[in-house]
């Protein structure tokens, strides 16, 4: 049987200043100069001449961010921001008290008025970005004022924000409140950002050591203050800025020694901090510490379908298997550190780990109309409800419902999750070439070569399907690099330039790079030829699951949605099954994947993909049903069984569905003994 993918071996990364090429082939036709190539990384030689990258001293980044609005995406993804814009997400105004603009002290900031800490920069992340992405202008006015009672918030001594939290010295709030007067910048070029932040760092300056980033989530999470010093410093050049990154990094908790907190979100968003201190310090080490934080997490403790680990609250010696859930916000949280990992070092095993938690793990945390979410999602789990299931879930209380109302920092901070997967589709290179770096149907608008502005259309149904179509649009002849990504599950990439075959080297990985010079109406196909892997999880009982490229598959279970709260236009729902669950699958153990049959059976791709209903991929399987394998008494789905399990019932025909598109899922199935 296919072994899983063993996340706990250590790797290191290593990024070439040159970005050394594992073999060059021009395309079938194609002149010398329209060279295709395969490489590890993106080239860093060469510095991109349009938009703002990593300045000198810090270590050149392979890729780089586009302004937000320079990237406009469509299909499933455009269906998701949409549904967003008018689920809670984008009325949290009317849901939230802690996004009430009359009564919030991010706009009376000299008074105790509520909404002073987190929420509401959490929420304005996110919301602002979708407006900008969707050019929505009921959401980019909105966003406005708050972004407009920010900036009036600055004190002489250049701290921002409410009286409350000057008085406590506690930075966090800050810190998210910065990304959203970033994307702010990116988008409208307001002038008044770059001062703001010029004076608000100077004061952080002037804070004794001792009392900069003391504990709770500041001091955990100091990562995050880390990457809007470094932004500000490649837009203002301002050396002093370095200074107080290193204060920053050396203020942090130690992240670059071993994992320094176990809680769910806190290790999203601060494992990454060595390899951003790496960009100023240039010593792999750290990046290496990175990589080591997130192996030794997954190892322990995300032996599990999905992307995630377990930490339904925090991570718990003891608490490993499929049912112990992620929280929705450490989904989104560890999205942006592998969408930012992957600018940092220009390795795709950071992109392929962002789509694993985005196609398998955060649809399922909100309800297909994203109008609801809750607060843990876990590979395995067969009832939602809002009966406590401590302790085996960390928290007592209502945590698996669907409900708008509730969940509070997941509730706010699950705006952004969509909408920076969305930014980060395409980056720019250091050569003034361009990337497709998360593949969705998308266009994007950007400079490359000598200035030229272009835009490349990508056309797709990925994750679903297979095939991808990159149209350029130029307004005249330019030479410039385009580059592809290999997912690290694909063996066999096929490349076609107008209708030109282009040979790929068996087995290749990293970058597929086409430096030509290009012309209106040129067409790019890429080809991700998609098998049937089955990984064992042999930390957890050697469990099976079942994954078809990027997307992982789970049983499709019956669903009964009740409503029991809420109001008519934001109703709160309970899930329940209405069919079997407790099946183990029956695996071929000489050949995996001739256990199953891929249907494709939609012709159109359905704009919410995401449920029972509309899977646009279903995998035929033969299980069995496990008699001891039960409902615990809270609701809870019963521990998983250790493989292999003996069963005399009889073998069934079961349908897997994409785990994205399953509420209710087993995930992780035991393997029947043949």
């Not at 250091?430 to 400079?447: E, F, I, R, T």
Request: net charge negative; proline share 7%.
């Amino acid at each position: 049987m296919h072994q899983g993918i063993d996340l706990g071996s250590a790797c290191v990364i290593l990024i070439t200043i040159a970005a050394a090429c594992m073999t060059t082939l021009p395309a079938h036709g194609a002149s010398a100069e329209e060279a295709v190539k395969v490489v590890q990384h993106p080239a860093t030689s060469s510095k991109n001449n349009h938009y703002a990258s990593n300045r000198s001293p810090l270590i050149p980044n392979p890729l780089i961010k586009l302004p937000v609005g320079s990237i406009r995406p469509e299909g499933w993804l455009r269906t998701q921001l949409e549904l967003e814009a008018e689920g809670f997400s984008g009325r949290l105004t009317e849901i939230s008290p802690w996004c009430n603009y009359e009564s919030n002290a991010w706009v009376d900031v000299n008074t105790s008025k509520p909404g002073g800490w987190e929420e509401m920069p959490y929420w304005l992340k996110g919301y602002a970005d979708l407006g900008y992405i969707l050019q929505d202008q009921r959401i980019i006015s909105e966003a406005q004022k708050w972004i407009d009672a920010i900036l009036a918030s600055q004190r002489p001594d250049g701290y921002f924000g409410p009286k409350e939290n000057w008085e406590k010295r506690d930075l966090w709030p800050n810190m998210i409140a910065l990304y959203a007067l970033r994307s702010h910048y990116e988008a409208t070029g307001d002038k008044r950002v770059l001062p703001f932040m010029t004076n608000y760092f100077k004061w952080q300056m002037t804070i004794p050591l001792e009392d900069f980033l003391p504990g709770s989530w500041q001091k955990v999470r100091g990562g995050d203050s880390l990457d809007s010093i470094y932004w500000l410093y490649n837009r203002t050049g301002d050396d002093w800025l370095l200074d107080l990154g290193r204060l920053t990094h050396e203020r942090t908790i130690d992240w670059s020694g071993t994992i320094a907190n176990w809680h769910g979100v806190n290790f999203c968003q601060g494992f990454r901090e060595p390899a951003q201190y790496y960009q100023q310090a240039k010593d792999p080490r750290y990046l290496n510490a990175t990589e080591r934080n997130y192996d030794k997490m997954m190892d322990l403790y995300g032996q599990v379908p999905g992307g995630m680990f377990g930490a339904d609250e925090n991570a718990r010696e003891g608490y490993t298997g499929p049912r112990q859930a992620a929280e929705t916000c450490s989904m989104t949280e560890i999205m942006y550190s592998h969408e930012m990992l992957t600018c940092i070092t220009g390795d795709p095993v950071w992109a392929d780990r962002c789509e694993d938690v985005a196609f398998n793990s955060l649809p399922a945390s909100m309800t297909p109309d994203l109008k609801g979410l809750h607060y843990l999602t876990a590979p395995n789990m067969i009832q939602l409800d809002g009966e406590s299931k401590s302790p085996m879930i960390q928290n007592g209380g209502d945590m698996l419902s669907f409900n708008p109302h509730s969940y509070r920092c997941c509730q706010h901070n699950a705006a952004f999750g969509w909408p920076y997967y969305a930014e980060h589709l395409w980056m720019a290179t250091q050569d003034n070439g361009l990337a497709a770096v998360l593949y969705a149907a998308s266009s994007v608008k950007a400079k490359v070569g000598d200035g030229t502005t272009v835009q490349f259309t990508e056309t797709t149904d990925y994750p679903f399907d297979e095939k991808i179509t990159f149209k350029l649009s130029t307004p005249k002849s330019v030479k410039f690099p385009f580059l592809m990504r290999i997912p690290g599950w694909c063996s066999e990439p096929k490349v076609s330039i107008n209708g030109k075959p282009v040979t790929i080297p068996a087995d290749a990985s990293g970058w597929i790079v086409i430096n030509r010079t290009w012309e209106d109406g040129d067409t790019v196909y890429l080809e991700l030829p998609m098998s049937i892997e089955v990984k064992v999880w042999e930390k957890n009982k050697n469990s099976v699951s079942v994954y078809r490229g990027p997307l992982a598959y789970s049983l499709k279970i019956g669903e009964r949605w009740e409503k029991y709260g809420g109001t008519d236009n934001w109703p709160a729902f309970e899930v329940f099954p209405t069919t079997p669950w407790n099946y183990g699958l029956i695996i071929d153990q000489a050949d995996p994947a001739a256990s199953f049959d891929v249907i494709k059976w939609r012709k159109k791709l359905a704009d919410q993909p995401f449920t029972p209903e509309n899977a646009p991929v279903t995998i035929i399987a033969k299980g069995k049903r496990i008699p001891e394998w039960k409902q615990e008494d809270n609701g809870l789905v019963g521990e998983i069984i250790q493989s292999p399990v003996k069963s005399d019932e009889l073998v069934e025909e079961i349908t897997l569905i994409p785990m994205g598109c399953a509420r209710l899922r087993i995930s992780a199935f035991p393997r029947i003994d043949n």
